[in-house]
């Protein structure tokens, strides 16, 4: 068990099973097949992420370093939390992009839901947590992973 | 953030509780960066991403009438992406069903709500909204509220407009406040390259191709590269902005690239030459062992690899006049050595309205015409985001379409074999 410390982007706390993208996480590519034809489970679309690709990322710690590509990314964050299909949290190695924060920021102001968003865990995170292992997100930033 | 008393005010409730919210988006958004203060958008049009009525999106469209219903004054007109539809584009009668009853049933509530958002027009969708014909060009230095990505990269690299890589909705809500955090891409700091790409390939290297390699490598940072004016000389010309604006689309959409220099051509880098470079800038090398090998790693994920392809799409994003016209030539020649008088695939080229307006005026048109390709102003994107398309086997010039669907990339020189039937698809 480890305790990593990043800083916290959208307040929260909870506790999820982790899925982790190692590389750049595509939130268009992952998203739009699953939110454009209501799959419950909402697996990952992005062919290029072999880490999660067909993986459920619905109510999941989705670990990783950065998001990149279309600019639709904060909106399709923004509809999947106001479908109620977002990650459990999202807990990034790396500063967070300016697509997924304002995402999550869209999320957090505009809806009901709360998705916890940590951000600057570090490399050595992303490192050590693997999909399957269980996460807790501390009200102050602190990441807990066993 | 400081704020100014009429920004503050704004916070506070001063014009209503929804416009705070639209406020307090753009606060929390800028100080996640680090942002000290909002700065004026000084552009003349923002530019929006989002141009699909999609049922499931609705939650966006629910959003945006909280926003019309509270009487916020409007803010910059502004235009927008491609249309997700185009009758003009070959499609089955089951897509058709598909696109109009289940996916694109919010089009035209959505194309309303943006009439009453300030879209400049029915013209006004395109995602190349830079080109003259379209008229959104920014100046050098305006401060843009874009998204976009291939459209932000654009501005920001070729034009020397600032703009960060905002995402759908922001970028709306920026041209309603008339401002924007000011962090990152519209700072002099953020603007400095922070990886160092040298160019050792033997031929001019295909623009999606080496924008595809960069972006990969890069992700979100500034790449400043070396190399590249060999192939394109140092003046923006026709040709330089056309392979430019590939080049950009494909950074952006393979990794996060939202500003890039080219050593001799690009405005920063031609003013400020490598001074432009941070210090302790990561070093990439490209030559064609890496561009090859970048090809290689795509995945091809149709259900049968080697199925005839049964459509084309080039143009994403769109294509411009002189690309239009070149590629006009090139496929009466492709044509013409393979003994065929139209295409052997269907073809759809995408472009602007406003362009494809002017390219009718030319004898280009017909001519194109005649080969059996056809010219929309549709977005590829759009049209192959349903589970029709999956069994689909859709090729494409576009490394951005190739990301984001199940189309299957070649290059240009490829794709022109393909479509006037000099060769079967391997």
């Not at chain 1, 964050?77 to 790396?94: E, G, I, N, R, V």
């Not at chain 2, 000084?42 to 959003?63: A, N, Q």
């Not at chain 2, 970048?294 to 149709?302: A, D, E, F, S």
């Amino acid at each position: 068990m480890r305790t990593f410390h990043g800083r916290v982007v959208v307040p929260g706390t909870c506790t999820a099973e982790a899925l982790v993208s190692r590389g750049g996480f595509n939130t268009l590519a992952s998203y739009q097949m699953a939110l454009m034809f209501g799959d419950k489970k909402v697996k990952c679309g992005d062919q290029n992420n072999p880490d999660i690709y067909k993986k459920p990322m619905i109510g999941k710690a989705l670990c990783l370093p950065m998001t990149i590509g279309s600019t639709t990314g904060g909106m399709v964050l923004y509809a999947a939390c106001s479908l109620h299909k977002q990650p459990a949290c999202m807990l990034f190695s790396k500063h967070i992009d300016s697509l997924a924060a304002s995402g999550a920021i869209l999320g957090d102001v505009w809806t009901d839901q709360n998705m916890p968003v940590i951000d600057q865990l570090g490399d050595e995170f992303l490192e050590y947590v693997q999909t399957g292992m269980k996460v807790t997100v501390a009200a102050d930033g602190a990441v807990t992973v066993e | 953030m400081h704020l100014t008393p009429e920004q503050q005010a704004l916070l506070d409730g001063s014009q209503g509780e929804v416009m705070a919210k639209v406020v307090k988006t753009l606060v929390m958004y800028g100080e996640t960066f680090g942002a000290e203060r909002m700065t004026p958008v000084t552009s003349t049009y923002g530019h929006t991403v989002i141009s699909f009525g999609l049922g499931v999106m609705k939650p966006i469209y629910d959003l945006y009438d909280t926003i019309l219903d509270a009487g916020i004054p409007a803010g910059q007109k502004f235009t927008a992406d491609p249309r997700p539809l185009d009758p003009n584009v070959p499609a089955s009668a089951l897509e058709n069903l598909v696109f109009k009853r289940f996916m694109y049933n919010q089009q035209a509530r959505y194309e309303a709500q943006l009439k009453r958002l300030g879209v400049t027009g029915d013209d006004g969708y395109t995602c190349a909204c830079y080109f003259d014909e379209v008229g959104n060009t920014p100046k050098r230095g305006d401060v843009l509220s874009w998204a976009e990505s291939s459209a932000v990269v654009y501005a920001n690299s070729v034009i020397g407009a600032r703009c960060n890589r905002n995402s759908g909705i922001i970028e709306l809500m920026g041209s309603i406040a008339g401002f924007v955090p000011e962090f990152g891409l519209l700072t002099d700091e953020g603007r400095k390259a922070t990886w160092v790409v040298e160019l050792r390939c033997k031929t001019r290297p295909e623009p999606q191709l080496l924008g595809s390699a960069i972006g990969m490598k890069v992700m979100e940072d500034v790449p400043y590269i070396r190399g590249l004016d060999k192939w394109l000389g140092t003046e923006l010309n026709d040709a330089a902005k056309d392979y430019l604006k590939d080049f950009g689309a494909a950074t952006a959409s393979n990794g996060a690239v939202g500003l890039y220099h080219i050593e001799n051509l690009t405005p920063e880098a031609k003013d400020l030459g490598e001074d432009i470079i941070a210090q302790n800038a990561k070093s990439f090398v490209v030559d064609d062992m890496v561009l090859e090998q970048t090809r290689k790693n795509y995945p091809v994920i149709w259900k049968d690899p080697d199925v005839a392809p049964k459509l084309c799409f080039v143009g994403c994003p769109h294509m411009s006049l002189s690309q239009l016209k070149d590629w006009t030539d090139a496929v009466e020649a492709g044509l013409k050595e393979s003994g065929r008088d139209q295409v052997a695939i269907p073809t759809v080229f995408t472009a602007p309205v406003p362009v494809i307006k002017e390219f009718e005026k030319t004898p280009y048109a017909a001519r194109l015409s005649k080969t059996g390709v056809v010219v929309s102003y549709i977005c590829p994107l759009m049209y192959m985001n349903n589970p029709l398309c999956k069994s689909k086997a859709v090729i494409t010039s576009s490394n951005k379409l190739r990301t984001y669907t199940s189309a299957r990339y070649y290059t240009e020189a490829d794709i022109l074999k393909l479509i006037t039937g000099k060769e079967a698809a391997k």
